[in-house]
């Protein structure tokens, strides 16, 4: 690990690549540290919604209380990496990352091993464009009531919040660097064609 570099290509952990196979999983390295890797997912490994609690809880979602935090922490973290990887991926400090919009409240800090990029790190760290313009598995395209029509440039979650409390931000919706926010619900069909890259920090 200590030979990697930013842009390489890194295989770690698995999951699901269709509905009865698993396979490894591929990360980019965008961050490198004297001791860490900084990495997201090579591909859009699920898609599912940001939260599932519906309208009517009227709740103020960001990402220190999101079901999506949890589901990545609990479920994912779990069912992805054996003991030894896990020993490896750092549990970090994760800032809920400035709302895309002056005056929504962000949130609280947490601390998580794994997490999805804020607005301000997706900006500054997917520095090319094909980092940006990840392809799904095709687990993640079954993992939904709908055909994704996006063929190309598909969008996944962010974590900084957005304009209402019932929104967060997205990447890759219109092209590169492209910053929205995006209903979280699950019953809104909108969040079925938004996807999931995971980020961590690696030891090495």
Not at 10 to 19: E, L, Q, V
Not at 66 to 87: G, I, Q
Not at 148 to 165: I, T
Request: proline fraction near 4%; hydrophobic fraction near 35%.
């Amino acid at each position: 690990m200590s030979e990697v570099k930013v842009g390489d290509i890194i295989k770690f952990g698995r999951y699901h690549d269709t509905a009865d196979t698993v396979a490894p999983i591929e990360w980019i390295v965008i961050k490198k540290t004297d001791f860490k890797l900084g990495v997201i997912s090579k591909k859009l490994l699920d898609r599912r919604p940001f939260d599932s609690d519906g309208w009517e809880s009227q709740r103020e979602i960001t990402w220190n209380n999101s079901p999506m935090r949890r589901w990545l922490n609990e479920v994912f973290y779990k069912e992805a990496f054996n003991d030894e990887e896990k020993e490896m991926i750092s549990e970090v400090i994760v800032d809920p990352g400035e709302s895309i919009y002056s005056g929504r409240y962000p949130g609280l800090e947490s601390r998580d091993h794994i997490f999805l990029l804020s607005v301000v790190e997706a900006t500054n760290l997917l520095t090319e464009d094909e980092w940006i313009k990840a392809e799904p598995t095709q687990y993640a395209l079954q993992n939904g009531d709908e055909e994704d029509e996006w063929e190309d440039n598909k969008q996944f979650w962010l974590r900084s919040a957005g304009r209402e409390y019932y929104t967060t931000a997205v990447m890759g919706f219109l092209g590169p660097f492209h910053e929205t926010d995006y209903h979280i619900f699950e019953e809104d069909n909108t969040n079925r064609f938004t996807y999931v890259r995971p980020a961590m920090w690696i030891d090495i």
